[in-house]
């Protein structure tokens, strides 16, 4: 079975600060798929990154980056010089490829961030 | 591209009444999805569609829950008869190849409050 792990309840940061979000995931499957979705306090869902299980390569984007980790399971986001506007709830979610699941998200119970100006 | 479209946004109702909610998938996508979000128990999978045929319901809490999908471009959740514990927030959302590792895109989701 997967299972996502975020470990953060809730996280408050001053605006500047960085921040790093954690998720761990489980997974018997050799191929899987690695998400982060941002929930602003609106409501709606929205996709940030993608990552599959060959690729370990780092990403940045602006003043996101994501470090996954195959050796420790782990997919963490970090925010570089936090806003406001970065105050959401994320969600680490995490997608089989091969098997019955394939496909099927399961997402970790989400880190509430709040950026304090 | 009007992304994923649900009605309705909210939705309130008495105890023991249907409730019936609708979703628009983005045109193209192979993959649908119902989700509940409630405090207690986080975003929950409900059940997948792919090309119009459910692959897995095992996510429905019980027989007052059912979902179709009819064609390509709709789907409906139906709560039947409702109770104050299904108040929550349900998306759908849907992915073009779900199974090839793309993502999901969510519609804004109805907030369901059972009174």
């Known amino acids: 079975a997967q299972k996502v792990t975020q470990a953060q309840t809730e996280i408050s940061v001053v605006e500047k600060e960085d921040v790093t979000l954690d998720c761990v995931y489980e997974?018997?499957?050799?191929?899987?798929?690695l998400f982060w979705y941002k929930q602003p306090p609106s409501g709606e869902l929205v996709f940030l990154i993608r990552?599959?299980?060959?690729?370990?390569q780092n990403e940045i984007s602006g003043r996101y980056s994501w470090n996954f980790q195959k050796s420790t399971s782990s997919f963490n986001f970090t925010i570089t010089a936090s806003q406001v506007v970065d105050s959401a709830v994320y969600f680490c979610?995490?997608?089989?490829?091969?098997?019955?699941?394939?496909?099927?998200?399961?997402f970790g119970d989400g880190t509430t961030l709040t950026v304090k100006p | 591209d009007a992304g994923v479209i649900q009605s309705p946004r909210h939705e309130v109702t008495e105890m023991g009444q249907e409730v019936t909610l609708r979703c628009k998938p983005i045109?193209?996508?192979?993959?649908l999805f119902w989700y509940r979000q409630t405090m207690m128990r986080g975003l929950e999978l409900l059940i997948y569609?792919?090309?119009?045929?459910?692959?897995?319901d095992s996510g429905m809490p019980e027989d007052r829950f059912s979902a179709k999908m009819p064609n390509a471009s709709f789907s409906t959740l139906k709560i039947q008869p409702s109770e104050p514990r299904d108040s929550a927030v349900y998306f759908c959302?849907?992915?073009?190849?779900?199974?090839?590792?793309?993502?999901?895109?969510f519609g804004q989701g109805t907030r369901l409050t059972v009174v």
């Open positions: 959302a849907s992915s073009p190849l779900a199974d090839r590792g793309t993502e999901a895109f």
């Open positions: 997974t018997r499957d050799t191929t899987y798929y």
């Open positions: 990552r599959n299980s060959f690729d370990e």
């Open positions: 979610a995490l997608s089989e490829a091969y098997n019955t699941n394939a496909g099927k998200s399961t």
């Open positions: 045109s193209g996508h192979n993959s």
């Open positions: 569609f792919n090309n119009n045929v459910p692959i897995d």
